[in-house]
């Protein structure tokens, strides 16, 4: 072992013995020093195994291509697993290690504590190498063309699942009776007529009735379940990416709490380390390069850190209001930042915790573009606070239901865009809608706004239309 390795394992062991001091609570950590091409492959794919598509490939290059130039550098990759695996960069320096341990260390409590990935896979990493081998196998069987065109398909809408973490499984039929012969599934294009012979008579056909009873928010296994076109391979790959989404969607709707919560504490960590007056200095420059305020966008690791930061001051100096009302103690604010550290997402920490005083000394503002320049709109605290709620609703994609799948009664899919005044990207929305229809088979058909005017697109396996209703 060379004197570097001695001093990184060294300061790992330091590192993680001040984590468990502050309380923080992870997962056995694993640690790779990795090259740069090893790194942004991990970056690229989400995980050090995965199936093989061109998307991850063009994500690859692109990313190489910005450290390649130096205009922007991954330090380290954490997957939320247990054991947790951290890969660090073999260029980055002892002092930027240190800052990393300390930030890997805080992710993977965030991982192992928050509520949001309590039905987390934790065994994710030797899933998603069965998935690449399955998904390999299939390829051999039925061609790589077949099957990448597939996977382009899925992942055109592999945002659009339910995350709850308690829902029912689906268990709707196309009509009122429950009996054997009541399947999801057609086997052939003759089961209807094989159930009438087996009724007896007309008097007791099926009757109709809405499909689904309610609205469906999850689309992928609303056509796992009940797509008429889908070859079981193509049902198991479904399921596959839909699992490897759930996977991914905590860390969508948690990014600002989990990057500010991992900021924090790299922070506070090192403060108690022996630091060198070198690696002082070289330290505050990299903290201030990953939790510098941006003019024109959020800065999740600086967002979050500084509501982290002000919860922690308010409940640990609460006013004589909070203390009567509330029942807050002084000096509670550490135990006050855990607490929401498990038990809330985005949405509700910045609802509950981003507060007019931090608003208006962080100069928060709205902006939007008006003719060739960018302007300020407003500078109300609770419109900022709102929007940024908004922003981060549904991971920040957009919330479509499937409202009929039954629609015209021929088996067409209506879905319908929960509209909140953020229009859907029209050209992208034209390009996704014939891979919805290679999935399902049928018409699909996507309501939504445009102009505030209510609109349709509708394709039927040969163009687009649009019906304004």
Not at 277 to 300: H, M, R
Request: hydrophobic share 35%; charged share 30%; proline share 3%.
């Amino acid at each position: 072992m060379s004197l570097i390795e001695k001093e990184l394992e060294y300061a790992i062991s330091e590192i993680t013995e001040i984590a468990d001091g502050f309380g923080l609570d992870f997962y056995e950590m694993r640690y790779e020093i990795c090259p740069a091409d090893i790194i942004y492959t991990f970056g690229a794919y989400g995980m050090p195994t995965r199936y093989s598509h061109w998307s991850f490939g063009k994500q690859y290059h692109k990313m190489k291509l910005q450290y390649d130039f130096g205009l922007s550098k991954i330090y380290e990759l954490v997957i939320n697993s247990d054991p947790c695996y951290a890969f660090l960069l073999d260029s980055n320096s002892l002092i930027q290690n240190k800052l990393i341990v300390a930030h890997v260390l805080a992710h993977c409590d965030f991982f192992k504590n928050n509520v949001r990935f309590s039905n987390t896979r934790r065994d994710m990493v030797e899933s998603m190498s069965a998935t690449a081998e399955r998904i390999a196998h299939y390829e051999h069987q039925y061609g790589k063309e077949e099957v990448e065109s597939f996977l382009d398909a899925v992942l055109a809408i592999q945002e659009h699942i339910d995350p709850s973490l308690v829902r029912p499984k689906l268990n709707w039929s196309m009509t009122d009776e429950d009996d054997d012969t009541n399947v999801k599934r057609k086997k052939s294009e003759y089961d209807d007529l094989w159930n009438m012979d087996q009724k007896g008579d007309k008097e007791k056909q099926k009757k109709k009735k809405k499909f689904p009873p309610k609205p469906e928010k999850d689309l992928l296994l609303f056509i796992e379940e009940y797509s008429r076109e889908l070859d079981p391979w193509q049902r198991d790959v479904l399921t596959m990416m839909r699992e490897e989404m759930l996977y991914f969607w905590p860390q969508l709707e948690t990014k600002i709490m989990n990057e500010g919560w991992a900021s924090f504490w790299h922070a506070r960590i090192l403060r108690e380390m022996d630091l060198t007056s070198e690696e002082t200095i070289e330290f505050a420059k990299l903290n201030a390069g990953v939790v510098q305020p941006s003019k024109t966008t959020i800065n999740p690791y600086y967002l979050g850190l500084k509501i982290f930061e002000d919860i922690e001051e308010r409940f640990n100096h609460p006013t004589d209001d909070m203390k009567e009302r509330q029942g807050i103690k002084e000096g509670s604010g550490r135990d006050k930042i855990f607490e929401v550290r498990e038990i809330e997402s985005d949405i509700s920490f910045i609802r509950n915790y981003l507060t007019k005083d931090l608003v208006m000394n962080e100069d928060m503002y709205l902006f939007q573009k008006q003719g060739s320049e960018y302007k300020i709109v407003d500078k109300e605290w609770e419109h900022i606070r709102d929007q940024l709620v908004l922003s981060r609703v549904n991971g920040g994609f957009p919330y479509l239901l499937v409202t009929n799948g039954d629609y015209m009664k021929n088996g067409e899919l209506y879905i319908t865009h929960s509209y909140e005044g953020t229009e859907l990207d029209v050209g992208y929305l034209e390009k996704v809608l014939p891979y919805i229809y290679q999935l399902w088979g049928r018409t699909v058909h996507i309501e939504t706004k445009v102009n505030d005017k209510a609109i349709t697109f509708v394709f039927d396996g040969h163009k687009v239309q649009r019906k304004y209703l």
